[in-house]
Each structure stands twice: as C-alpha cells, then as structure tokens.
C-alpha cells in the first residue's frame, strides 16, 4: 500500500524557473490538499480539491497553481518561484466523514535562490 | 478566518517528566485533531476527538476537548525519548468544511 507518494523529494531551483510538484494518491480519496510548512508557522494550505475536476484556494494561493484531472493525481505549479516559496511542501488527501481525517505525503523539500 | 493557537511552541525536558501542549482559538470546530510528525516525514494523525469534554487516552498520551470546541490540550505522562518530535493540532469543520486550520506546532524534545 503506498498512500500517497510525491517527488521529487527535494528541489534546489533558480528564481524565475517553474517548478511542478507530484502528488499520486492509491486511497481513491475524493478531497487532497497541498500545504506549505514553515517553522513557526505550522502547516498552511494552499489550495484544495474537494474532488475530481474541482479546485479551490486555500490560504496562501498567490504563486502556485493546481488542477485535478482524476482523483490520483494533484499536481502543483509554481509558474515563476520566487525565494520566499522555500519551503517544506505537503500533500495530503482526505476520508470522507465527520472526522475529516487526512493523509499526508513524504513532503517535498523546496530551495529557491 | 479561523486561527489556532499552539503552545508552547518550543518544550525541552528531562525523561520522566509530564508536559502539556495547549490548543486555542475563538472559533468552534467539528472536531480536533492531533497529529505528530517526524522529521523528514508528514505528520501523522494521532488522534481525533470530537465532543465537547471528550477525553481520548493513548498509552501515555491524554487527549482533552474543551466543553465549547474551542481549545484542546495533550497531555503526556513520563515523557519518553521516542516522543520527541513535532507535535501539531488542527481543527476541522466550523466555517471550513472538509479543511483544516492548524496550529503553529509544538517541537518536544525528551532527553534521556
């Protein structure tokens, strides 16, 4: 059973490049999420689905974008990075029910210069 | 825009003794959640409580709800090395659905 796998595990990119990150899921969840995690700040979601073929903005939207073909894959692209998108980067997806239990990733280990 | 407040966000004891780690916000959640991650990995779910007053033990591990749904604590009895790590709460539901708000962290670490 593998969950949920992303890649690559980790990035040093140049300012300007555009970066995507993989997220597969093998759970057939409906809901995935992609979160920046910086010390201090805790996780901060940056956009969701709630299923296939549907997107939303989380908290911190501005930079990245996704989409959602099917209900594996979430992929999420920085079109331009710039220096402050450094960061450890997590996707997770979600159970259905009242406990909205979620799924995390390996994490993606982002460097911007 | 619901906020969670963690603390402390830094804890450093000694094996054997108890701790604390507070969950806060004015806002009222569906349920709780306490998630513990090591590094170089994601965090995973350690447990989810969700009535108010609702109390969950796991091994040395206390999970409390408060009576409104708006803070929860972890309590951990006789700290051990293995429990280092970061601890983290997020709060799902409320004005949210499906998403969750967390907190800043907890980094614990239990020295022998």
């Known amino acids: 059973i593998a969950g949920i796998t992303q890649a690559p595990t980790s990035q040093i990119l140049a300012a300007g490049r555009r970066m995507t990150l993989r997220c597969t899921q093998d759970?057939?969840?409906?809901?995935m999420y992609w979160y920046r995690q910086d010390l201090g700040l805790g996780l901060r979601l940056i956009h969701y689905?709630?299923?296939?073929?549907?997107?939303g903005k989380g908290e911190v939207p501005d930079g990245y974008s996704v989409s959602r073909a099917n209900t594996d894959d979430f992929p999420l692209t920085l079109a331009s990075a710039v220096p402050s998108q450094t960061s450890v980067y997590f996707c997770a997806s979600r159970t259905s029910g009242s406990t909205d239990t979620q799924y995390f990733g390996p994490g993606t280990r982002l460097t911007v210069l | 825009t619901q906020l969670l407040e963690q603390s402390p966000q830094f804890l450093s004891i000694q094996e054997g003794e108890n701790l604390t780690v507070y969950c806060n916000s004015s806002s009222v959640f569906s349920s709780l959640q306490w998630y513990r991650q090591e590094p170089g990995e994601g965090p995973v779910l350690l447990v989810t409580?969700?009535?108010?007053?609702e109390v969950k033990k796991l091994k040395r591990l206390t999970f409390q709800f408060g009576d409104a749904r708006k803070d929860s604590s972890l309590h951990i009895t006789a700290a051990q090395p293995g429990d280092t790590g970061l601890y983290l709460c997020?709060?799902?539901?409320?004005?949210?659905?499906?998403?969750?708000?967390f907190g800043q962290g907890t980094i614990l670490t239990v020295h022998p």
């Open positions: 759970m057939r969840h409906n809901a």
């Open positions: 409580v969700v009535t108010g007053g």
């Open positions: 689905s709630n299923t296939a073929g549907t997107t």
């Open positions: 997020a709060g799902a539901g409320g004005t949210s659905y499906g998403k969750l708000t």
